[in-house]
């Protein structure tokens, strides 16, 4: 039987690390699967036993859950993904931004985790009531308790103590708010929370991080002269690792202490390694003392490393050999902890610990006998949401990576238009990677990274200096005067630098939109050059959902869209072709839609619309018989394609 279940498991883990393009429909990726057993068995709230109901807590267990589904949401484009989020939070969000069950002078910084599903709705929908909600959180952050160093205390009832799992719960969703609200002042501090964490915490023997750390020295399980706890749990170094490569998505760049936290995430690697099982790659509950009877490999542990580790190699703070360890790690989760069922197409995720804390009632003294008292049970949703993670990582890993070193410049000089976010600054957007609205290119920028493209914007004009580290360059819907106070148009001195680019192996990629919604004129002077002019016309016209009149069919066996069979295009200019331009696609009454060129070493690529913005490729809103999102990637896949060896 054991032997049975251990052949299943490693055939489940082998499809999760398979190429996602070679996965067959009906062999879902291991994400995937716990995700409908997540939208399954929580299809309303988090009622973590249907068969005893109470009133649904403001829970960062919760939290924890749709970070993951999120990731899969932004990854995969299923807006079913999105819509669960939706749901979820709008159980206790109210109409004007209150939270329901949510009591801000409990000061429990637990309950700021789920800000972070918050702002996600907030910045993809723009209803006020999400970014109301988790400016209560925020508030909440501006008072909460401190210790005399300035570190948040972890509640308001276990006072002057510092827990790494609170660095995780609030340190993420303080920095992506400050990052929205432009607050400056305030990364210092989120920096320090986890600066002064591991000052306090950490053992320069093991390089671990214990548990907890009491200011006061006053409570039992409190060390008398380093006031730190007496072990540490797997857990609460996963938080805390979660935490480092999270903050750093939205802290800048040039700040002086991103270095610090990077210098933390390397010394935080090396300890996890140290104490990575060498036999299965699993990580134990209490980490240091794996051989000690009664001591297990814990899931949401193992998980939370392997995500910390996967990421961070992906954003290229940790090297190769880390991945490994991830690897490693992911492997021994597959073949330990998952299982098949509870329905079809779906996975259960076993050997979680339920919960671990310190002090309280009964009081918890933090020692390796406590944390072996503990119930380990299935489908706990901080591991279930930590292996959501994990498997969203490892499965972009193993996503083909054509465009691995090269970079995809995005124009912001010709397309910039300005509007004042909800803090009053002036903000540029329509058609930008960071944006997850409707009119931004977050999904198609998350399908180049994942493709191994890295993204950069350039707010500059073009020219040869620097459009020379670029291999790919996208100029966007010009802006034409009732858009913009200042419009920038394409004018010789651009034509030039981009043309030379683009001779000597640059692929150019035009994308215009239907007459009067963009600069034509000017962007036709560029486009000539290859052979393409825009129509100054607006076809495929749909009339309010009448999607049907925006199809475009795909041939068969088509050399260029090779996954994509049918796709929507709304409104766009219509194009005139002549060498060295060809056609690549038609509509059904004979507009000729996309059009490729090539000249000198380079390529172009034209289309007289944005297409691929976030409201046709995200699956909140297109019907699913579209296949925007494939295009997308197939159009990534010819671009990469069309790069030169040494470009």
């Known amino acids: 039987m054991k032997k049975s279940f251990f052949i299943k498991s490693v055939f489940f883990c082998l499809v999760a690390l398979q190429s996602a393009q070679t996965l067959k429909a009906q062999v879902q990726p291991l994400s995937a699967q716990m995700a409908s ?9 988090l009622n973590l036993d249907p068969a005893n109901p109470k009133p649904v807590k403001w829970a960062y267990d919760q939290g924890v859950i749709l970070e993951g589904i999120d990731g899969l949401w932004r990854r995969t484009g299923n807006g079913a993904y999105f819509k669960y989020i939706q749901k979820s939070m709008d159980f206790f969000v109210t109409k004007d931004g ?33 970014f109301k909600a988790a400016t209560l959180l925020w ?21 002057n103590q510092m827990w790494l799992d609170g660095l995780y719960m609030g340190a993420p969703f303080y920095t992506e708010y400050a990052a929205l609200v432009q ?26 991080l214990y ?43 040039q700040h002086p202490k991103r270095k610090a936290l990077l210098e933390i995430l390397k010394r935080f690697s090396v300890a996890v390694a140290k104490y990575q099982d060498p036999s299965s790659g699993l990580w134990f509950d209490v980490l240091d003392q794996a051989q000690r009877k009664g001591n297990y490999p814990e899931a949401s542990a193992s998980s939370m490393f392997v995500y910390t580790l996967a990421k961070a190699v992906r954003k290229a703070y940790l090297g190769p050999k880390d991945f490994e360890v991830a690897e490693k790690g992911y492997r021994g989760i597959c073949t330990t902890f998952v299982e098949k069922g509870p329905g079809a197409g779906q996975i259960s995720l076993k050997g979680t610990v339920s919960v671990s804390g310190l002090g309280g009632k009964p009081y918890r ?52 238009e300005i509007k004042k976010d909800q803090s009053g600054h002036e903000l540029s957007w329509h058609y930008k990677w960071e944006e997850l609205a409707n009119g931004g290119f977050s999904i198609w920028g998350e399908q180049f990274e994942n493709s191994g493209f890295k993204l950069h914007t350039l707010y500059a004009a073009p020219d040869a200096e620097n459009l020379k580290n670029s291999s790919v360059y996208i100029i966007v819907d010009p802006d034409t005067e009732k858009e913009s106070k200042e419009p920038k148009f394409v004018m010789p001195e651009h034509i030039k630098a981009i043309t030379d680019w683009v001779k000597a192996g640059g692929v150019l990629v035009l994308m215009a939109n239907d007459t009067g919604n963009a600069e034509l004129e000017h962007f036709n ?52 072709i002549s060498a060295p331009a060809r056609s690549v696609l038609k509509d059904a009454s004979g507009n000729e839609v996309m059009a490729i060129a090539r000249l000198g070493k380079g390529s172009v690529f034209i289309i007289g619309d944005p297409w691929l913005y976030n409201e046709y490729v995200d ?25 030169p060896a040494k470009k």
């Open 139 to 159: 508030d909440q952050l501006k008072d909460q308790p401190r210790t005399k160093e300035g570190g948040f205390w972890h509640k308001k009832i276990y006072p």
């Open 37 to 45: 057993t997540v939208m399954d068995i929580w299809k309303d709230s």
């Open 211 to 253: 548990h907890g750390w009491d200011e006061s020295r006053t409570e039992q399980w409190a060390n008398k002269t380093s006031g730190t706890s007496a072990s540490f749990w797997g857990r609460a170094m996963g938080w805390y690792g979660m935490a480092l490569v999270d903050v750093l998505d939205f802290f800048p760049e």
């Open 365 to 416: 003294d933090g020692s390796f006998e406590y944390y072996m008292t503990e119930k380990v049970i299935s489908n706990d949703p901080k591991g279930v949401g930590a292996f959501l993670l994990a498997a969203n990582e490892m499965e972009r890993a193993k996503w083909p990576k054509p465009g691995l070193g090269k970079t995809v410049t995005l124009d912001s000089y010709f397309n910039n």
């Open 525 to 576: 002077q560029l486009a000539k050059n290859f052979g393409v002019q825009f129509n100054l016309d607006s076809k495929g016209r749909v009339l309010n959902n009448e999607y049907e009149m925006g199809k475009i069919r795909v041939p068969v066996s088509d050399p260029f869209f090779k996954t994509a069979k049918q796709l929507f295009v709304k409104e766009f200019s219509s194009l005139h």
């Open 183 to 208: 607050d400056q002042k305030a990364f210092d501090d989120i920096a320090n929370q986890l600066i002064w964490m591991e000052k306090n915490a950490r053992d320069p023997k093991t390089g671990l």
């Open 98 to 130: 209150g939270i329901n069950r949510y009591k801000q002078s409990d000061y429990n910084i637990d309950n700021v985790k789920n800000g972070r599903s918050l702002l996600t709705l907030y910045k993809v929908t723009g209803q006020m009531k999400y």
């Open 619 to 643: 699956g909140r809103k297109l019907p699913a018989a579209y296949d925007n999102f494939n295009a997308g990637q197939d159009l990534i896949n010819w671009i990469a394609g069309q790069i």
